[in-house]
């Protein structure tokens, strides 16, 4: 089996940074090691360089199949393994959407022979689909549309929802929004589901958070049962500032809103109320974006940008790299059932980042990897980029280039 030992290198967690080698055999880590030596292992210097868990992103829209005009999962992972993302969990508003064994498997396979990093699919909750949803095998689990989407998975109907909640043990991940509570622009925390989640024992896991009113509605819902996450955008962006410059570019659904629920997001995150940060990557094309609203579609891209923005925030001490590796690896790899995934230690999976924390660079320098072609941060100065980006043991990405031979592997859920 091949060796590769990455020395020199400082290696993060949650729980800290300390200089370590690493030293993997075949697509596991062997050892986490000050001083390692290994005649027969090729050698990734890292000097000057940290090394973080890959980045798991619970949440991407890679379009295939069906809409591969904006992405598939060719151009989605090398995006991924450009911006140090390991792993991937797609959505399943694809067309067909994904509400079947069949069609899931359809995905994974497609995947297997084209993606460059880890991944797993959502299964999208349907009307008349609970055998479905409650037989499909591996998969992190069930999404339920729950405010305005897309191609026949909206679910806004109490009873069915229930159903859902009712049977089966696997996560359900929701938007906090509510179809009938967004067409009354009331309250956007009244969501059915946290009640339902608690009810039935559920693990419920919440996307992309976008107001301080669903952060202060979710600390008072604290517990085992519920997880969620934030975007970079929605922590990173703010109206009016955003729509000025971007126009219909920064139209997202949930939308950008203004400073103060950005600065709440950053408060739920930092204790521990957001426990991860997912892209929601929802790419379109440029032509698409600049259609005049509302015919502009909703979504902006992300996987590629995301670590450099977290970075850089961690840069400007707004947060530490560590806890950047736990937002963006640890946790997702732990409230998802990501086995051998999230961490750098002996026995887990060789899939890392190694990033020059000192790095300076303009988002969209040497173009984008992600098919839309564009990112709502370009021009974007950062510090702290990924270097290089290791999946199950193979150097994948390396300073802008690929090995277009390396594939990653469905990840287990537990
Ligand atoms: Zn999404």
Sequence with gaps: ?????????????????????????????????????????????????????????SHVHFREPGLTHKEDLASGSRACAAGGVTS???????????????????????????SLVNYNFFIGAARGNLDELNAAKNLPGIKVFLGSSTGGLLIDDDVLLEGIFSQGSRLIAVHAEDEAVMREAASRVSSPTVALSERYRRRLHVLHLSSAEETVF???????????????????????EAYERLGTLAQTNPPIREARHGQALWKALLAGIIQCVATDHAPHTLEEKRRTYPESPSGVPGVETALPLMLDQAARG??????????????????????????????????????????????????????????????????????????????????????LTVRGTEIKIV
């Excluded at 509400?99 to 396979?109: G, M, N, V």
């Excluded at 890392?352 to 072609?373: H, M």
């Design 88 to 114: 991937f969990f797609d959505m399943p508003n694809t067309r067909p959407a994904g509400t079947t064994r069949a069609l899931i498997a359809e995905k994974k396979a497609l995947a297997a022979g084209k």
């Design 1 to 57: 089996m091949t060796r590769l030992l990455i020395k020199g290198g400082t290696v993060v967690s949650s729980r800290g940074a300390e200089p370590a080698d690493v030293l993997i055999e075949g697509n596991t880590i062997l050892r986490v090691a000050a001083g390692i030596a290994d005649q027969a292992a090729e050698v990734l210097d890292a000097r000057g360089l940290h090394l973080l868990p890959g980045v798991l992103d």
């Design 218 to 240: 979710l600390a008072e819902h604290r517990g085992p049962l519920v997880s969620a996450e934030a975007t970079p955008h929605h922590l990173l962006l703010s109206g009016p």
């Design 318 to 403: 707004r947060c530490s790299v560590s806890q950047v590796a736990a937002w963006m690896s640890e946790n997702p790899a732990r409230l998802l059932g990501a086995q051998g995934k999230g961490r750098i230690e002996a026995g887990m999976d060789a899939d890392l980042a190694l990033v020059d924390l000192k790095k300076s660079k303009r988002v969209g320098e040497g173009g984008y990897q992600t098919k839309c072609g564009w990112s709502p941060y370009d021009g974007m100065r950062l510090t702290g980029w990924p270097v290089a980006t290791i999946v199950g043991g193979r150097v994948v990405w390396r300073e802008g280039t690929f090995d």
